[in-house]
């Protein structure tokens, strides 16, 4: 087999100096009635390299691939150019085949890009620290709202509207077996979220007010008076941002106020990659850096002086502490966090503001084109570079009637807040500088037919 | 608390001529590298983009291609920007590179790094075995890797049907009723089997509020029992290194809701009890949680679901092989018993009768699956590690895998033999070890302790094994060699080891000073963690000026 290395021989000679005769003989204590007879029942014996490939690429086959269609989904997950030399950098077997760098001498590489990261991380959210990832934006939310529970010592999360309804699902089902009482609610297909009524929900016992930015309809509000507000009642605000790339043009959460802004990294960097892995972010204030889950790279210096970096406020974690811990967190994603830092780096501050104005350049020429089909209404007022179109019809079937017609074209809301009566003609559509003008040509001919 | 209240930083890297007699202070290939900070201006950028021809024509500006950032965005055509006026209006501080320089940047930094593709990498369950480049092309298909999830259904019968094949082959290899696919890493599958085990309970009105866990587990096991809402307590080790089954009985009862095993344990030894501990706890009403991260020392040859054990996660970047990438990207699958399966996490996936493959997302999981305790993560799990361990699994087959376990064991058994008469290992007397081999500190030289053997390893070009853990062995070295090493490369290592050892067990003070030829000698945790620099800071002007 082409993964194993030892030769019978070499078995033959471990064994003499083990002083087993057989190999069963080193599975003594596992009883006999555990012990399968011989290879498991079912599973094919081993294949080529060749005959594996063969198989894998049929099934791939099978799939609509987003590059080779007019292609408008997103609701937390976009497709964006990655550079080749990010993919290259992170097969890179020194990155690819290296464990958490708990050994800080020789995992330099992994620690260096993980405070390079959390520097990047922080600044692109307007906070002052990030930590080295999370698994995912969802995973990451509900930490936030554990971490400002754990902050506030209150426990109630009023969730706005316009978060990700995975994201709520995800938040809700932990709440669930912790203490923590969530106050959700759908959104509706208005022009702007109605952050007066958000406002409105905060009380004295609120841990923390939760809001993303761009909302799921694509909507950018302005948070400031939520963190004012949130603020005033000794509550936290906390942003989640699923599209980074929105803060190459608009102000970043930080800045707003924002106590804790979470992230889902994947459109820096990431491929769709049907859904993970992909790469939580998480920042937050400097002053609360001790409540904060998952692993930090910090800078110190080594025997001789010089400049090196460790893991480090580890005694906030399970290794350490073990059920005190601030977050079960092991593995996160740091390979998907080098892929985000390579793609920023090749960015850096003017590619990301280009890459950011050509997306809402596309958005805009998209969503004047779409919404100029009769019957078809542009909801938002704002957005960077995904909007909501209400159809005349369900989008749900409209969607797969564009699929028919060869394209993806975006994300029903009837899929993302199954019965819900008022939500069912809303059609996300994400449109990135990928969207080319033929793509934008063909959407709009197929949703005329699909609308009519 | 304010991190670093004072601005102060530790110094660049010593390049004045120091002890490396260069001026660069490099040596060599062994290559320094400032941060992309120090190296980067915001002005710089290494990508380039396309100006849609329509955007070109319909505005005499088009997209900027100055050199200075625009503060305010470009109007499209036909119209004004539509920020919602929350227009960025100052600098975010992020640093370009060009191409090339990014490259170099980040393939001079890999360099500082150990990793499998390196040498052997011994860490106790971590399971750091060869990672197969084929997973990686197949990973990279574009009818994996360019497919969204929210694609509808009927375009990714593919990336469905990945799921659940590979479901199918986890379900066959552990005996298990049920999987949920969609847990990110082992922690958050041991969170999705006591979350099972939690909706099971209540659903037949049983409120338990107590996880045991053997003093011996993984520190993610009671930090998640605590995140599900449990009080942890500890059930001790025997002197056999098993759990003790008898205080295990003790202290069964009615406010048990499950118990959680590493089998085999942390200490590399199969829990040969684990039947009997399986029926005592369900006896009590209790469920029975595996940490399934030393599968790799039975698959193909022992199936869980023999043993009793109601959840078990089942970590692909161990014993499937995908990659870990500095620490992850994981993925950690939790096969459930018939009891549990009902109660199993959302989306998943169903193969209908037509041969056609649907996701029960919530839309239609009311009829299909009413039970499930909720949704573990946004979308459908990690996509990029199924194709990877499938890939992985196909290629060994039945003899492939069982192989790997026999391997695997037959290599960490031979790593224990060849030095137990140099170091001392607590259970050899007991019998054969599965797939890691645990050494103590006993017969070390005062003053000499795991973690300066540990670093000497480095000098000798090795990763070192997981140190310090389990805890209930003494300075614990706890070595998984993988069945992917040569036993040429197990002979180097334990030649290695053994003048180390000796050395330690002399007292030798110069392994104090190891590592002495990595990238950085010994650094300062403390000081890293008194004084905690977690991000990078432009020096103040005054220090600029120096």
Redesign the interface.
Known sequence: ??????SDA??S???R????SS?D???????E????KG?????????S?M???R??????????????VP?F?G???Y?HHI?A?V???????????????Y????????L??M??F???V???FGC???N??M?????AMWEAILMAHRITRRNKTVVSSGV?P??V??A???A????DALAIALPELDA?PDTERLIGKIGPETSAVVVQYPDILG????LTPIAEAAHAAGALLIAVVTEPVA??????PG?MGADIVVG?GQSIGV?????????GLFACR??H??QMPG????????????????L????R?????????T??????????A?AFT?H???????????????N???A??A??RLSAIPGVELV?????NEFTLKLPVEARPA??AL?ERGM?GG?SL??LY??ADALQNGLVIAVT?TV??EDIDAFEAALKEVVR | ???NPSGW??????NEQG?TGTVTGNRALMLE?P???EI????????D?DH????REGQGEG??SS?S??LN??P????E?????????????????S?PE??R???R??????????GL?P?GS?T?K???R?N?????????????????Q??????L??IS?LAF?LL??TGMYGVAMSP?????G??CGL?CI?AALEARGDKREVVLVPESA???N????????YR?ENIPANAAGRVDLEALKARLGPDVAAVMITNPNTCG??E?D??AISDAVHAAGAFVYCDGANFNA?V????PG??GIDAMHI?L?KTF?T?????????GPVVLSEALAPYG??PFVAKMPDGSYKLVE???AAEEHPNA?????????????F?RA??Y????????????A??A???A??I???LSDVLDAPFARS??C?HEAIFSDRGFGDDVNTLDL??AL?DEGF??MTMY?PLVVHGAMLVEPT?????A?LDQFIAALRSIGERARAGDPSLK?A?IY????????T???RR?????KEPAPAQAAE
């Open positions: 087999m082409r993964y194993l290395p030892l070499d078995r000679e471990m064994l100096v083990i002083g087993a190999v003989e080193l599975f003594r204590d596992v009883p009635e555990a012990r399968l290879p498991i029942h079912g599973l094919p014996m081993h294949a390299e005959a594996v490939e198989h894998m690429a049929a099934l791939a086959r099978k799939n609509m691939v987003a590059g080779d292609f989904v609701c937390g997950a497709r550079p030399s993919d290259h950098i992170i097969q890179r077997g020194e990155f690819l085949t290296s464990y958490t760098p050994q800080p001498e020789i995992a330099q590489g992994t260096q890009m405070f390079e959390q520097t990047q922080a600044r692109l002052e620290v990030a080295a990832s698994y995912d934006g969802s995973t990700h995975h994201y699902n995800v809700k089902t932990f669930q077996f912790s203490e702007e909507r950018i509000t302005d803060l190459g043009l608009i102000q970043s800045e889902e491929g769709l990659q049907f859904g993970g892995p992909y790469v400097e002053k850096v001790r692993r930090l790279a910090g800078e110190t210096v080594d025997a001789e002086g010089k400049r090196g970096f460790v480090t406020l580890s005694t974690e399970q290794h350490i502490r073990r059920e005190k811990a977050s079960n967190i092991c593995t996160s994603s740091v390979l998907c080098l390579v920023l780096t090749l960015l850096g501050e003017k590619g990301l503001r280009q890459l950011a104005q050509l809402h350049a596309r805009c020429e969503a004047n938002n007022d704002s957005f960077f969607v797969h699929v993806l994300v009837g899929r199954p019965g500088e080319t003008d | 608390m304010t991190v930083r530790p110094s660049a890297p010593a002890e590298e941060l992309i900070f980067g201006t915001t002005e710089q950028t290494g990508v983009f849609p021809s329509r955007l997209l900027s050199t950032l625009p965005p470009l499209q055509a036909g119209g920007a539509r920020l919602g006026g929350l227009e960025r209006n100052r600098e975010i501080g992020l640093p370009g590179l191409e990014t490259v940047h980040y393939t930094l890999s360099r500082q790094n150990y990793a499998i593709d390196l990498f860490l971590c750091m060869h990672n197969p084929l990686e092309k197949v990973a990279r298909m574009p009818g994996f890797a360019d497919v969204h999830p929210l694609q509808p009927e375009t990714v019968q593919g990336a049907q990945v094949e082959w066959d290899l990110k890493a082992g922690a958050h041991e969170l979350l939690r993984h520190g993610t009671p930090a998640t029992a605590a995140f599900a809402g942890v030894l199969f040969p684990m039947k039975i193909g040859k022992v199936r023999d043993l970590n970047h092989s990659p870990h990438g500095g620490g992850g990207p994981g993925s996490p959302l919530e839309e239609n305790f909720g949704r573990m993560v946004a979308f459908h799990g990690q996509m990029g590690m194709t499938l890939a699994i196909l290629s060994h087959g039945a003899d492939g895998l069982k192989q790997v026999e391997d064991v037959l290599n058994n031979y224990l033999r060849s019998g054969p599965m540990a670093k480095i990763h070192p853990f069945e992917t090493e040569s036993k490369s000073a590592p990595a990238p950085r000698r010994r650094l300062d945790e000081l890293a963690a905690p620099v977690l991000v990078y």
